[in-house]
């Protein structure tokens, strides 16, 4: 096993969406429920961005924002960062660092079909920390 395994083989599935009308509120209640730390934001069931409780944290709660009237539109990181699922693991890490991310949508011909965190990098390739956390003077260009 090595930097070559595919994405589809490791991510995780059955990502959970909030429609891009919701609230901060929505978003926590979700993220508290379902013991997760982002949740994709959807607008006419198409993935448009993404809120991270770091997001929340810092884009309301830090600034007395009222969690119930903040809409995630409003918060979201966005164009949203996605990978194919066809593509490897090594893909997923360098596309991690170059955009300082922590968490990636997996894509499959457009359709959104899960989720890839450092975490599950680490998981099935320990040895990729490594590429994440690499200098990008050091990484071999494509």
């Known amino acids: 096993m090595g930097f070559e395994m595919k994405i589809g083989e490791c991510m995780s599935k059955g990502v959970i969406t909030l429609d891009i009308a919701k609230t901060a509120l929505d978003a926590s209640k979700i993220l508290c429920t379902k013991n997760i730390g982002s949740v994709i934001i959807t607008e006419n069931k198409n993935a448009v961005?993404?809120?991270t409780e770091r997001d929340i944290v810092q884009k309301v709660v830090a600034k007395q924002k009222n969690a119930k009237e903040q809409k995630l539109k409003d918060i979201m990181s966005k164009p949203l960062k996605a990978i194919e699922a066809s593509q490897t693991i090594e893909d997923a890490a360098?596309?991690?660092?170059?955009?300082?991310?922590k968490r990636l949508p997996v894509l499959d011909k457009g359709n959104l079909v899960g989720i890839i965190s450092e975490g599950d990098l680490i998981t099935v390739y320990p040895g990729i920390i490594d590429l994440i956390s690499e200098s990008p003077h050091h990484i071999r260009q494509k």
């Open 49 to 51: 961005g993404i809120v």
């Open 94 to 101: 360098l596309a991690m660092r170059e955009h300082n991310i």
